[in-house]
């Protein structure tokens, strides 16, 4: 039996990646998961199983290895139907830029939520850092604050002056990597860099407004640094569903920690008498921002899929 790892899919067949070889693979029959319907049974990421047909051009795909994780985006349609954005993911990177565009602190936290809920390691990426003012230093300099207090990695870079760079490639060495942003943050610019020879396509900058259609919904792998890094196209947010507001609070881990010690187990941080977390919140020991974030994201109603308002 053969083994590989899926490397790039088109929905209709899969290229799998068996040691240095690159096999154009399909399906047979339908792989069924009861969770959730799927509209793709095998994403990049996935180690699969496969038999060579007898002309050995061509492989059948037999069996998908167990996922450690997976990133799960639901349509906003009513079909209720879910696509597997990548499997196996070791960390997810967000690009973030603080002009061209302006990435807002929401966007980040509901990013945040869902690498927690998806047990997936996040990396905060501060690009551009080229274009920045003092006054644009300053606000970095509190945004790295915030979330370096709370465990998560921070990295301020210049994809343009190749700066900051280096430290990121040790992270990737031997890893999945899925890598997220708003667009024109500088993700394909920052690949590319990593990669000499991609040459994946960059927008310019004026091209924001004028892509608001997604291109392609399914994602490629592209091996960067000895691992591999996983462009998500049109993905803004993901793996937020339903349940998002169930135990939120498990999802910011500086309100878990507290949490132990709010009068009820049930605690919402909201309206609750002695709330351990309100009372930090209050005294500045949980970042005021991240608390007011927390209680936006809980008060969403329908439009909790959109994610276009806070691009
Ligand atoms: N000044 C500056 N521009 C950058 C930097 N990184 C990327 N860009 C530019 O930002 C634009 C969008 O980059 P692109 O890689 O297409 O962004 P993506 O949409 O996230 O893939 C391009 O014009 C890049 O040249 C940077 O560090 N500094
Ligand atoms: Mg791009
Ligand atoms: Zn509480």
Not at 1 to 26: A, F, P
Not at 102 to 115: G, H, K, S
Not at 125 to 146: A, G, M, P, V
Not at 289 to 302: G, P, S, T, V
Request: proline residues 2%; charged residues 30%.
């Amino acid at each position: 039996m053969n083994q590989g790892i899926v490397i790039k899919s088109t929905g209709s067949h899969y290229l799998v990646k068996q040691d240095e070889k690159i096999i154009n693979c399909k399906i047979r029959g339908k792989f069924r998961k009861k969770e959730f319907r799927l509209t793709n049974p095998v994403a990049v990421g996935d180690y699969v199983e496969f038999k060579l047909q007898k002309d050995k051009s061509i492989g059948v795909i037999t069996a998908i290895l167990e996922r450690k994780n997976f990133l799960l985006r639901k349509s906003t349609n009513l079909s209720k139907q879910s696509h597997i954005i990548a499997a196996n993911i070791d960390f997810a990177f967000l690009m973030i830029t603080l002009i061209k565009p302006v990435t807002y602190l929401m966007f980040i936290d509901r990013w945040l939520v869902a690498c927690e809920k998806n047990h997936i390691k996040p990396v905060l990426l501060f690009n551009k850092i080229d274009l920045y003012d003092n006054e644009l230093i300053n606000r970095l300099n509190s945004h790295i604050k915030i979330y370096k207090k709370i465990g998560y990695k921070c990295f301020k870079i210049s994809v343009k002056e190749n700066f900051g760079i280096d430290d990121i490639r040790k992270i990737i060495t031997g890893k999945i990597i899925v890598i997220s942003g708003n667009s024109g943050t500088g993700k394909s610019s920052f690949v590319n860099l990593l990669e000499q020879g991609l040459n994946l396509k960059t927008k310019e900058i004026s091209d924001y407004h004028k892509q608001g259609k997604h291109t392609t919904t399914f994602a490629e792998m592209f091996p960067v640094s000895g691992g591999y890094i996983i462009d998500t196209p049109g993905i803004k947010g993901f793996g937020l569903n339903d349940d998002i507001k169930e135990n939120l609070g498990d999802f910011f881990p500086e309100i878990k920690k507290l949490s132990v010690n709010c009068k009820f187990n049930n605690c919402t941080h909201t309206h609750e008498p002695e709330c351990a977390v309100k009372e930090a919140a209050d005294k500045g020991e949980i970042n005021i921002k991240r608390y007011n974030n927390y209680i936006n994201i809980l008060a969403e109603e329908d439009d909790k899929y959109r994610q276009d308002k806070y691009l």
